[in-house]
């Protein structure tokens, strides 16, 4: 367990993004302060995919979107690449924009209806000054990047699947092949075999680009089958936070227990006594 | 308890009925969990709303029989359904924001059914309401209940709509994924609740859901939808340990497991095709990685010597028999 109030490490060398200390609060309109993010220290370094998990209200989404300075703290410090977040204007944010990309976990809400997919993926190429002139080839990298046909680039985002959008939502981050990319929740809406798939591309595209990774979710098991480290949010602090493999092993803290045991895997043996207790009409024996 | 044989349901289109559920049959016993799964698009959300007679319009049952012991419910109508409804068959549904009525309070809507159904006096309906909201895990229920659901979480609201089917303790709840917005520490609590209504009063329970984790845990037996159609359907053990139809075997393993790592999860290739745009033959010829000569025929439910029916010309019968791990591919 970590205790935010003391812990003060240096921000290291290959440090890509710091939350030091951060706290995020919101005022209801009765005039109560709730503290979203409370006290939150996490880093990521180059490369690296750190899970964020924790229930509905734990303050995780809110946590990626200060880390992309969708928001601004109340108090604390972002620190991307060594440099303080807060401190970006014009050309350094437009420059830390590029870096840092966002997938969002509604691919029916995060695509723009209007715009056909070429035009989906060149705008963060335009609004960037890149590629000029390149565009056609790289809308067609991109696609290709993500498992989808070129002649995809010319429809229109209704004309897609949810697997399929959520593919068009990755493209457009990869456009700016950006050093970090925040995930929040982006395979929950999908269908199983649909997740399955995104779930695979996600791990191959992070570590052909070698790009860092904040994936936000709900689902435990996705989280241990993506990254590297992982944090475990409750109540606007992160209450566990180590290597996934340790962590998921021998959890520390009495929430990650909790929420470990919680979870249901699809192993009717393993709840065989749960199950035939509660007055099924069994008479077959078990097995 | 209940009896369902070769229920169908057609949408219009084009002139004509175009089949989202095809000649489903199941039965579910007193105590009993069935649990109906598949993906987005199957058929099972419509098979339930079916059941108790409110196929979501233009759809029409175009066959079949549901029996309620030696009630024919499809020949149901008007008000005879009121006495069925909310006392014989309770039902959550999917989404508790239309299901809720807006301009009453949580605790209303609760106290409403005890009131009609139970024939409860006014004080005595609210403080069962409370109670029932209590079974459910929502905190406070003194000043939630007096909450509109637009004030409420996704969350409470998903509680307060079981609350409203609980607390008439129905013979049978038809529940659609009634946990998938929870969280998992509350869909285990839910879960338990519903376990303990089946063990105090025998309730029936059909969960229609697309999570594996909660069918293991809760249902008896299975029944695997896939584009209308029945595909698999047996004893949960049987099924979702050694499944015969290669469906049911993609489903299971694309499952990330929280107690083991793979470096790749299995996928099933392609998306679930529309109704109306069903391929001929086996529908999920396709997307079938076993799919051989024959397969272009349609296929029949067939019972297995495990005592299961699947609906498949090479069901998988031993467990060596492993679905191949796709490369991710495109959907089409």
Known sequence: ?287 | MLTVSDLSVGFPKDGELTPAVENVSFEVGAGETLAIVGESGCGKTVTGLSLIGLTPPPGQVTSGRVMLDDLDLLRCRGRAWEAIRGRQIGMIFQDPLTALDPVYTAGEQIAEGLRFHLKMRGAEAWKQALASMADVGIPDPPSRSRLYPHQLSGGMRQRVMIAAAIALKPRLLIADEPTTALDVTVQLQIIELLQALQREHGMGLIIITHDLGVVARIAHRVAVMYAGQIVEQGDVQTVLETPAHPYTAGLVAAIPRVDSVSDRLATIEGTVPAPGNYPPGCRFRPRCPRAAAGCELPQELRPLLDGRTVRCLYPRTDRTMEIRSEKTEVES
């Open chain 1, 1 to 287: 367990m970590t205790d935010p109030d003391v812990q003060d490490h240096p921000v290291s060398s290959d440090s890509l993004l710091k939350l030091d200390n951060v706290v995020k609060a919101f005022t209801s309109r009765r005039g109560d302060v709730v503290r979203a993010v409370d006290r939150v220290t996490l880093e990521i370094r180059e490369g690296e995919s750190l899970g964020l998990v924790g229930e509905s209200g734990s303050g995780k989404s809110t946590t990626g979107r200060l880390a992309l300075r969708l928001l601004s703290p109340t108090s604390g410090t972002i620190y991307f690449r060594g440099q303080n977040a807060a401190g970006f204007r014009g050309a350094d944010l437009l420059a830390f924009r590029r870096q840092a990309q966002i997938i969002f976990q509604d691919p029916f809400s995060s695509l723009n209806p209007r715009m056909r997919v070429r035009q989906i993926l060149t705008e963060p190429l335009v609004i960037h000054g890149l590629a000029r002139g390149r565009e056609r080839e790289e809308v067609m990298g991109l696609l290709d990047m993500v498992g989808l046909r070129p002649e995809y680039a010319d429809r229109y985002p209704f004309q897609f699947s949810g697997g399929q959008r959520q593919r068009i939502s990755i493209a457009r981050a990869l456009a700016l092949r950006p050093r970090l990319m925040i995930a929040d929740e982006p395979v929950s809406s999908l269908d199983v075999s649909v997740q399955a798939q995104i779930i695979n591309l996600m791990r191959d595209l992070q570590a052909q680009h070698r790009m860092a990774m904040l994936f936000i979710s709900h689902n435990l098991a996705v989280v241990r089958h993506l990254c590297q480290r992982t944090a475990v949010m409750r109540g606007g602090q992160i209450v566990e936070e180590g290597p996934t493999e340790e962590l998921f092993r021998n959890p520390q803290h009495e929430y990650t227990r909790l929420l470990l045991d919680s979870i249901l895997t699809p192993e009717p043996a393993r709840y065989r006594d749960a199950r035939t207790e509660d007055g099924g009409r069994r008479t077959e024996d078990g097995g």
